[in-house]
Each structure stands twice: as structure tokens, then as C-alpha cells.
T-cell receptor, first 113, second 115 residues
Framework: GDSVTQMEGPVTLSEEAFLTINCTYT??????LFWYVQYPGEGLQLLLK???ADDKGSNKGFEATYRKETTSFHLEKGSVQVSDSAVYFC????????????WGLGTSLAVNP | GAVVSQHPSRVICKSGTSVKIECRSL??????MFWYRQFPKKSLMLMAT?????????EQGVEKDKFLINHASLTLSTLTVTSAHPEDSSFYIC???????????FGPGTRLTVT
């Protein structure tokens, strides 16, 4: 079945460092891909998405490109801030009417000043 | 837009009692809502998919008689944890899907503690 594999954390960076969180997927068909973020003590928020191959999702300085050839959707940010400290989840939307989300295990990011 | 609320945000109940959690889509009609459980430092576990006006579809291993889900309207779904036990203590999160759009919008979650 469909699955998402996400790099394990925790990831600790200094402010203004470059961030990459790897995400690869296995899916039949053409899923939509998402990154969700969960800040401490809060619920999940959609960070960005891409719905077809070569699409680039971007938001708040974060970017991810839907790469069908490598089945990847890596999250990147050029210069992280302390406020980016959170848990990041990669997910794909499967087929069917309900479009269940298939989740990665989450990557915890801590950014130090 | 696409705001989802949950109530209560925190609840403490005694073993053996039941507790109801509400999930509302505030500015859109959600034909499909999802209920998740999140364990500490773990990913989300999908419990069930709730479609308005029909029975919920439960994931394997989730007891439907223990976790009662009702989706009575296009803006409200409820999860009732019946005969709660301490092992049911967890963070319960709902989400709603906007018709015609692939992403889900999440509520802020409900922290349930069973004593």
C-alpha cells in the first residue's frame, strides 16, 4: 500500500542554517503531497502542498518540489529561525472518495539562537 | 477560511465514564471528517473516517463500540469515548476535508486524561 518515509529526527540547527528534511513516498497513481507543521502545544497546520509532478509548494520561506522520478518531496528552507522549531510531517493523499492522508512519522526540529 | 474547532481542548474524566469531543467546521461544509489519535512524540494514527449522514469507517484495530462517531451535520462530528480507561488518555485530533480539495484542515486537538 501507499506509504511515506521521513527522515528521523530530532534535527537541531542554529539560527540562519539551511534546513532539509527528506521525505520519500510509495504510491500507486498520482497522489497529492503535503507538509504539515505542528508547533509546540498546537494542532497541525498545512504548511505547503503539491498536487502534481514538478509542482513546487512554498510558504513562509519553506519549499518542496514534487519529484516523481525520485518519489520525493523534500522540505527545504534557506535560513531557519527559532520560531520554526516544531514537528514537521510529510503526508500524501491517497485515492478513493475519502482521500485519507498517509503520514510520515514526523521530524522534530529545534532551532537554537 | 477553512477553520476547524474542537471542544473541549482539555478534559479529565474518571475511569468508566464517557466523554464526548466535538469537531466543527466553522466556515465550510465538510462532507468528510477524520478522527486521529496522537501519542507523545509519535505520528498521527487515523482512527476513523466520518461521512455526513452515514456510518463511520473505522481503521483496523479501532473498537467502534468504544469510540462512537457521529456526523450528524455537514459542520459537526462528535467522538464519544465510552467507558474510558487510563490507556485511552491521549491527544485526539479531528480534521475536515473541503469538498473538491485534497488537503485536510485540522482542529487544535483535545487532550483527554482518564484518571
Amino acid at each position: 500500500g501507499d506509504s511515506v518515509t521521513q527522515m528521523e529526527g530530532p534535527v537541531t540547527l542554529s539560527e540562519e542554517a539551511f534546513l532539509t528534511i527528506n521525505c520519500t513516498y510509495t504510491a500507486t497513481g498520482y497522489p497529492s503531497l503535503f507538509w504539515y507543521v505542528q508547533y509546540p502545544g498546537e494542532g497541525l497546520q498545512l504548511l505547503l502542498k503539491a498536487t502534481k509532478a514538478d509542482d513546487k509548494g512554498s510558504n513562509k520561506g519553506f519549499e518542496a518540489t514534487y519529484r516523481k522520478e525520485t518519489t520525493s518531496f523534500h522540505l527545504e528552507k534557506g535560513s531557519v529561525q527559532v520560531s520554526d522549531s516544531a514537528v514537521y510531517f510529510c503526508a500524501l493523499s491517497g485515492g478513493g472518495n475519502n482521500r485519507k492522508l498517509i503520514w510520515g512519522l514526523g521530524t522534530s526540529l529545534a532551532v537554537n539562537p | 477560511g477553512a477553520v476547524v474547532s474542537q471542544h473541549p481542548s482539555r478534559v479529565i474524566c474518571k475511569s468508566g465514564t464517557s466523554v464526548k469531543i466535538e469537531c466543527r467546521s466553522l466556515d465550510f461544509q465538510a462532507t468528510t471528517m477524520f478522527w486521529y489519535r496522537q501519542f507523545p512524540k509519535k505520528s498521527l494514527m487515523l482512527m476513523a473516517t466520518s461521512n455526513e449522514g452515514s456510518k463511520a469507517t473505522y481503521e483496523q484495530g479501532v473498537e467502534k463500540d468504544k469510540f462512537l462517531i457521529n456526523h450528524a451535520s455537514l459542520t459537526l462530528s462528535t467522538l464519544t469515548v465510552t467507558s474510558a480507561h487510563p490507556e485511552d488518555s491521549s491527544f485526539y485530533i479531528c480534521s475536515a476535508r473541503v469538498p473538491g480539495v485534497s488537503e485536510q484542515y485540522f482542529g487544535p486537538g483535545t487532550r483527554l486524561t482518564v484518571t
